[in-house]
């Protein structure tokens, strides 16, 4: 019998243990620390081992029933005392056992990888147990709204959605005909609602998971937390909240600099995945024009941290990224910029770089993902595709420009020409010599 396999089980089990154990310890649990959880994981290790040694899968079944009664001997004094100061009156201690009896079975019988994975997501949800009390305190009806629309657009919509090409051209196409009878329409089948509404949810999905962490580490996210998360919310939105802080506060210039440039570098990266998601072959030709601007962006990040990380660093109230309305608005702004891209390349070439400066004025999203599936598809050349999106990129950068001039403080303002300017040759450059 080979036993380092055994061995093995056993080490990850008593490991696992030790951490739940050590993270329960650290909070006093009346019930089970860092010498009760080792045990019950090892129970559970030793009662799979058992029920596969005997084929008896019975025995972990029973197992489980012992440390349900380890758990209720264990809760006595909280039977036998009225004085609930004295003894913890939850039941997570007693939740955690249970469910790490189940891991260290699960060591022996599937994969440990997944055990592994469960085991510390206990010990995390446990040592969160204050941040996750303040961000449900912090939860309001709006809040909670937005995760069940985010329920809805992702649980609800998505799946009942037709997923097939439809050509909007063929559509009207029989009225087009009498005024002009000698067109031949191409074909322009590229809309496809399950494809169009999957990209709703990852747009929202990113903007979500990012308001969520602000809803968890609170306004005082600090300088760059705060700029990362605007940048993964939305970096245009950041940009004007930040311009009316500096206006009201014009000694926080500096400081909101340093937010704006890297909520702008945080873009660079979520354009980034974007187009790994939603056009994977045409990663590979857009990182390297892409990352050059992310490089540039980032130093100009950090020298502007360096230079304003003194003040206060409060994160401006975020509104809701998934509501209905935006989705929807999401929806039509994405297919208007498909078939826009794809009739501008197949009447008029040049009109493809108006398409990119329009629609990346005040959004990334809808240029970045229609642009993807295109080369994605071989509809669009990648290089073509890449060089759309920097164009929309330098359109975006001059749009907050224009955003902080007009409601942002002087010294703001300057600050950001100077390195909204350097960024925009850096496109240049890269448009010119890539």
Request: charged share 10%.
């Amino acid at each position: 019998m080979d036993l380092v396999p055994l061995f093995g089980q056993l080490a990850i089990s008593l490991l696992l243990g030790l951490l739940v154990g050590l993270q329960r310890e650290r909070t006093e649990s009346n019930i089970a620390g860092f010498r009760t959880f080792p045990l019950i994981t090892l129970f559970g290790t030793l009662s799979a081992i058992l029920a596969n040694a005997f084929d008896s899968p019975w025995i972990v079944g029973v197992g489980f029933v012992g440390v349900v009664a380890l758990a209720v001997v264990g809760n006595f004094p909280k039977f036998q005392h009225d004085n609930s100061d004295k003894h913890d009156t939850g039941v997570t201690t007693e939740a955690a056992m249970l469910v790490m009896y189940a891991v260290g079975a699960l060591v022996v019988v599937g994969p440990w990888e997944i055990a592994v994975a469960v085991g510390g997501t206990v010990a995390i949800l446990l040592y969160l147990k204050p941040q996750l009390h303040g961000f449900a305190s912090r939860l309001g009806d709006q809040d909670f709204r937005a995760i069940l629309q985010f329920v809805l657009i992702t649980f609800v919509i998505l799946p009942v959605l037709p997923n097939q090409q439809y050509d909007p051209i063929a559509a009207v196409g029989p009225l087009l005909q009498p005024f002009f009878p000698n067109a031949v329409f191409p074909d322009f089948a590229i809309l496809n609602p399950y494809e169009i509404w999957w990209l709703v949810v990852l747009v929202v999905g990113i903007s979500m998971g990012a308001y969520v962490s602000y809803k968890l580490f609170g306004s005082r996210a600090g300088t760059v937390l705060g700029g990362v998360l605007g940048g993964l919310i939305s970096s245009t939105a950041t940009t004007v909240s930040y311009s009316r802080r500096s206006a009201q506060k014009p000694n926080l210039a500096a400081l909101s600099a340093s937010v704006i440039m890297i909520a702008t570098t945080v873009t660079y990266l979520r354009v980034l995945l974007e187009i790994g998601i939603a056009g994977p072959s045409f990663l590979p030709t857009a990182i390297g024009p892409i990352g050059v601007l992310f490089v540039v962006s980032l130093v100009l990040s950090i020298s502007t941290w360096v230079m304003g990380r003194q003040g206060e660093a409060d994160m401006p109230e975020q509104s809701n990224p998934s509501e209905m309305k935006t989705a929807f608005i999401f929806a039509i702004l994405y297919a208007v910029v498909l078939m826009a891209v794809a009739a501008g390349k197949a009447f008029f070439p040049g009109a493809l770089y108006i398409v990119a400066i329009l629609s990346g004025m005040t959004d990334m999203d809808a240029i970045t993902l229609s642009t993807s599936r295109l080369v994605q598809s071989d509809a669009l050349q990648s290089a073509t595709g890449w060089r759309l999106i920097v164009t929309a990129s330098m359109s975006n950068l001059a749009f907050k420009g224009a955003i902080v001039a007009f409601i942002g403080d002087r010294r703001l303002a300057r600050q950001i020409a100077i390195l909204f300017g350097i960024s925009l040759l850096s496109g240049v450059a890269v448009l010119a010599l890539w």
